[in-house]
């Protein structure tokens, strides 16, 4: 089979990418499908149909369901096999409790150290997601909503604090996090909070305020989304 292109790699059906192994392939393939979207709870992830995909014999499957497994991606059930991990309401409402003190307290600190065209930037992101709100894809909203964040407190002065924050929006692509899925109209809401955090910054006005208003952003995030989990357990119930 002729090669194929991933961002601009050269890619075979059987090696994947240049000095990347089968297994490490395989992996990142797979993720980013549950990231994505494309596998969701539930989704069975059969060794040998991936094995046939891959063109690769069902080892290199197994290491990479592995690895999923080990970060909370997948589950591995006796007589069942591996299927991908439900979102977890548990999991999800303390990682986003914990992003809401940590990047609250990092946009803070960054505010003063945040330049003009960097605004804009974040400014012209928000526009994006305004914008697709028209012909609404949740899974691009995310990723969209991911880098206006990550525009502010990736100045913060504290680079661990940096990592705290980042670690925290690691975990929540491994709950698979969109609320914006099952809470489309939070979107809107979204986008008009982000104009009032924008307005903040450039008003230069005390550390505390911006903090505050940070943190209400995403603790309102969360409201939706236990007001909907909510929902749903009165009507299964």
């Keep these: 089979m002729a090669a194929e292109t991933e961002r601009g790699r050269p890619v ?76 977890d309401p548990v999991e999800y409402q303390h990682t986003m409790q914990m992003l809401a003190i940590v990047e609250g307290a990092a946009t803070a600190l960054a505010a003063p150290h945040i330049p003009e065209e960097a605004l804009a930037s974040a400014a012209e992101l928000n526009q994006r997601m305004r914008a697709s709100l028209r012909d609404f894809d949740p899974i691009a909203f995310t990723r969209l909503n991911h880098e206006f964040h990550e525009s502010l407190y ?23 996090e969109s609320t914006f899925s099952f809470v489309p109209g939070r979107a809107e809401a979204s986008v008009v909070e ?13 550390p505390e305020w911006i903090e505050n208003r940070a943190r209400a952003h995403r603790t309102a995030t969360i ?12 009507s299964e119930g």
């Design 12 to 87: 075979t059906a059987v090696d994947g990418p240049v000095g990347m192994s089968k297994s490490q392939y395989a992996y990142q393939v797979i993720k980013s499908r549950i990231t994505g979207g494309s596998y969701g709870p539930g989704y069975r992830l059969v060794l040998g149909t991936l094995a046939k995909e891959f063109r690769v014999s069902p080892v290199p499957i197994r290491e990479a369901i592995r690895l999923l497994e080990a970060e909370g991606f997948v589950h591995f059930e006796h007589n069942v096999g591996a299927t991908v991990a439900a979102i």
């Design 154 to 176: 990736e100045h913060c002065p504290n680079p661990r604090l940096i990592e705290v924050v980042r670690h925290g929006w690691s975990r929540m692509a491994a709950i698979r």
């Design 194 to 206: 982000h104009d009032q955090l924008i307005e903040l910054i450039r008003a230069r006005v005390a």
């Design 223 to 234: 409201d939706a989304f236990l007001a909907w989990k909510n929902e749903q357990n009165e």
